[in-house]
Nanobody, 121 residues
Framework: VQLQASGGGSVQAGGSLRLSCAAS????????MGWYRQTPGNERELVAQ???????KYANSVKGRFTISRNNAKNTVYLQMNNLKPEDTAVYYC????????????????WGQGTLVTVSS
């Protein structure tokens, strides 16, 4: 599967951005889709993840400000980011933890190319 992320950019503190990530390929079922972020010198960290059935989990730092959602028909995951803070500045990566292909193969831990979010104070 290929993941194509979009929607990053620059915004002032308090502003909003919406990230999208579309998965393409001979996909039958995607398990969890998520967003991670990384800043220079730091490890990649989970921002939000959404499972089949729409159960979601969030990093404590984004709870109440970010909302993750998915459109299974489009194999797309979204991250609505509101009330952005300068500490949200990072490269955001989308992830699929497991995909079942139409030929019954599985693939695990797939990453998109990253999209930069910059929040200025």
């Amino acid at each position: 599967v290929q993941l194509q992320a979009s929607g990053g950019g620059s915004v002032q503190a308090g502003g909003s951005l919406r990230l999208s990530c579309a998965a393409s390929g001979n996909i039958a079922v995607i398990n969890a889709m998520g967003w991670y972020r990384q800043t220079p010198g730091n490890e990649r960290e989970l921002v939000a993840q959404i499972f089949t059935g729409d159960r979601a989990k969030y990093a404590n730092s984004v709870k109440g400000r970010f909302t993750i959602s998915r459109n299974n028909a489009k194999n797309t995951v979204y991250l609505q980011m509101n009330n952005l803070k300068p500490e949200d500045t990072a490269v955001y990566y989308c992830n699929v933890d497991r995909v079942l292909y139409g030929d019954y193969r599985y693939e695990y831990d797939i990453w998109g190319q990253g999209t930069l979010v910059t929040v200025s104070s």
